[in-house]
């Protein structure tokens, strides 16, 4: 792919090497400006190159029933509000990179296409309304899940945040370049398609997340939301479809971008 290397942060006084630190810096939309006008010449790199868009994201929160058909297919009656879980940076993985799983941990290994919404500006207690003001992007992001290790207790964290399993990018989509309402998500393993949803189909909206969880701890640049996935994932399916040895799982949104992981499944003797 061919891309157009940035220029133009000496205003920052600090180099920057992802969009974290970017995020970062006080006045980083006009940093960025500069850095556009100043745009070096395309040079093309391979999809391998691409790091994770926020390598280090100080909070990844994730949205866990969003979509209608998702939460009936997991038995679930529609919520009243957004049921929230944490993942931590270790779970994150570059966008095309594969996904190692020892084969004592790789009995029930399920995808979850879902939309992250990366904050751009401190936001503590904000309405709904204003709520739109503070993302500085989109990307697209995997909640790769552990199912049997998800479902062993009450809390689902030990399932979703295996080291190096989710993966996000491939990079940062501006909102001005993103029209949420008319989007969809698309989930391939391999070839055959299993989720398929318009991104207008979520209970709680990206606005809505941001204003309920900016009610309980403040959100700060480069924090990331996952906003949950549609109905289709393995382990909903009869019979159930888990990933396996050697299979991809592709994941895109209209106007974000695609991502693909691989699952290799290891045997340590």
Known sequence: MTVRPLHGFSAAQTPVRNVGELLAIPGWREHLNEALIES??????????????????GKIICQGLNYAEHILEMGRDLPDYPTLFTKFPEALARPYADVEVPADKATQ??????LAVIIGDYANEVSAAEA???????????????????????????????????GFGP??????????????LRTYLDDELMQEAPLADQVFPPAELISFISQIYPLRPGDVIATGTPDGVGFARTPQRFIRDGETVTITIDGLGTIANTTRITHHR
């Open 109 to 114: 290994l399920d995808f979850e296409g879902e």
């Open 132 to 166: 739109k003001d503070y993302i500085a992007g989109y990307a697209v992001f995997n909640d790769y899940t552990l199912r049997d290790a998800q479902r062993r207790t009450p809390q689902w964290h030990q399932g979703k945040s295996f080291r190096a399993s989710s």
């Open 171 to 184: 990079w940062v989509t501006t909102p001005d370049d993103f029209d949420f309402s008319t989007a969809s």
């Open 40 to 57: 070096g010449d395309p040079v093309d790199i391979a999809k391998s190159e691409l790091d994770t868009v926020i390598p280090w994201p």
